[in-house]
């Protein structure tokens, strides 16, 4: 009867501690970062900027989040803490691997916790009340929702200037040309660049 006993015993236990560890807990991502994608200014096609680096300005530690890479978006996590994050974008190709051709991204937004479920625990929402950015490759930075989340989506749009063919077969003939420049697309969150 004491063996009978200490193998319910085992069993119960068991099956406790199996159930315990179900996998129908947090299957969300935990984490509140903001994903910006690349675009050209010149046809608003997606784009993917080869030998870039971006880091983190004024951040603890190693900051870079892009080393040297090729890449068409970058997610820009920002800093709880504080009520502003800056980013650097810097160009290792050869003929603009200056620091001075670097381009700054600064984001000023309010953190908000939040409390998601007893599975994924609390998190910050982040919602972006200005930003300002330097125009040397960088033409404009939209903004598509200024409430950044855990839904892993794209919310900002960076549009960087881009050779096109019509300028490489340029012959100096503008007679017939339409000269002005294309838009991004409009919006209330599209912001002008700081001087």
């Known amino acids: 009867m004491g063996n009978l006993l200490k193998l319910i015993s085992t069993a119960v236990l ?15 991502n935990q984490n509140s970062i903001p994903l910006a994608g690349f ?37 820009l996590p920002f800093r709880a803490e504080q009520p502003e994050t800056s980013f650097f974008f810097h160009y290792n190709q050869e003929s603009i691997a200056n620091d001075a051709f670097n381009d700054t991204l600064t984001f000023t937004y309010s953190s908000l916790p939040y409390f998601a479920s007893e599975e994924c625990g609390a998190m910050y929402r982040y919602v972006i009340t200005d930003f300002t950015y330097t125009r ?14 855990n839904v892993d989506r794209e919310r900002i749009r ?4 881009t050779a096109t063919e019509d300028e490489d077969e ?12 294309p838009q991004p697309p409009t919006g209330d969150d599209n912001k002008q660049p700081e001087e």
Do not use: W
Request: with cysteine.
């Open 170 to 181: 340029d012959d100096g003939n503008d007679e017939n040309e339409d000269t002005e420049a």
């Open 136 to 149: 040397h490759l960088i033409d404009s930075v939209g903004l598509l929702d200024s409430v950044i989340t």
């Open 158 to 161: 960076i549009y960087f200037r």
């Open 14 to 28: 068991s099956a406790v501690i199996l159930a315990g560890c179900n996998s129908s807990g947090c299957i969300n």
């Open 39 to 75: 675009y050209s200014y010149g046809t608003f096609a997606s784009i993917s900027v080869p030998g870039l680096t971006v880091g983190g300005v004024g951040a603890p530690g190693d900051s870079l989040i892009i080393n040297n890479g090729n890449t068409s978006s970058v997610y």
